[in-house]
Antibody
Framework: QVQLVQSGSEVKKPGASVKVSCKAS????????INWVRQATGQGLEWMGW????????GCAQRFQGRVTMTKNTATSTAYMELSSLRSEDTAVYYC?????????WGQGTLVTVSS | DIQMTQSPSSLSASVGDRVTITCRAS??????LGWYQQKPGKAPKRLIY???SLQSGVPSRFSGSGSGTEFTLTISSLQPEDFATYYC??????????FGGGTKVEIK
């Protein structure tokens, strides 16, 4: 069965970076895009960006440009999302999701807390 | 980018009630819309894809309709386990993806 398993919670100081991993299993990793979605506490879902695991091509929402980097390790079927210059407003649960047309599978989420 | 306006943002309903949630797209998106249910502390779960197709394993009391710019999620008879937050998601002209603002369904 398809699974996306993410790395554990992180606590970071303002200005630092965080890198979240997402290990895919149950399907061919290079066949479908991986996207990242975040959710601040009590708030809605916000799309961050996308990656094609076959080509490595990426793109992101304008508000994250210059701060987010999405990479992959095809050998381990793992996608990564790194967010830099963290601020308190980046405190949220970050989800990796598989996109086949729309989102069909979600990771379990990774809580990133930004606090001094 | 396409904007999704979801309404209402919250509602109170009783077990057995019929519940309707609406999403409007800022431009036509054909049928490229899904509905997701999220319970506290959990990742969202897809209920409906392609505007009206029921995801495998989802109870038939959930249904979706619409095309173009206006879409509806209906729960025909609300059950205790349906109290949750619901989101629409459009994927026309991906990327990007755009979510509606969410509808919290609470117990009356």
């Amino acid at each position: 069965q398809v699974q996306l398993v993410q790395s554990g919670s992180e606590v970071k100081k303002p200005g630092a970076s965080v890198k979240v991993s997402c290990k895919a299993s149950g399907y061919t990793f290079t066949s479908y895009d991986i996207n990242w979605v975040r959710q601040a506490t009590g708030q809605g879902l916000e799309w961050m960006g996308w990656m094609n695991p076959k080509s490595g091509n990426t793109g992101c929402a304008q508000r994250f440009q210059g701060r987010v980097t999405m990479t992959k390790n095809t050998a381990t079927s793992t996608a990564y999302m790194e967010l830099s210059s963290l601020r308190s407003e980046d405190t949220a649960v970050y989800y990796c999701v598989r996109v086949v047309g729309a989102i069909d599978y979600w990771g379990q989420g990774t809580l990133v807390t930004v606090s001094s | 980018d396409i904007q999704m306006t979801q309404s209402p943002s919250s509602l109170s309903a009783s077990v057995g009630d019929r519940v309707t949630i609406t999403c409007r797209a800022s431009q036509g998106i054909r049928n490229e819309l899904g509905w997701y249910q999220q319970k506290p502390g959990k990742a969202p779960k897809r209920l409906i894809y392609a505007a009206s197709s029921l995801q495998s394993g989802v109870p038939s009391r959930f249904s979706g309709s619409g095309s173009g710019t206006e879409f509806t999620l209906t729960i025909s008879s609300l059950q205790p386990e349906d109290f949750a937050t619901y989101y629409c998601l459009q994927h026309n002209n991906y990327p990007p993806l755009t979510f509606g603002g969410g509808t919290k369904v609470e117990i009356k």
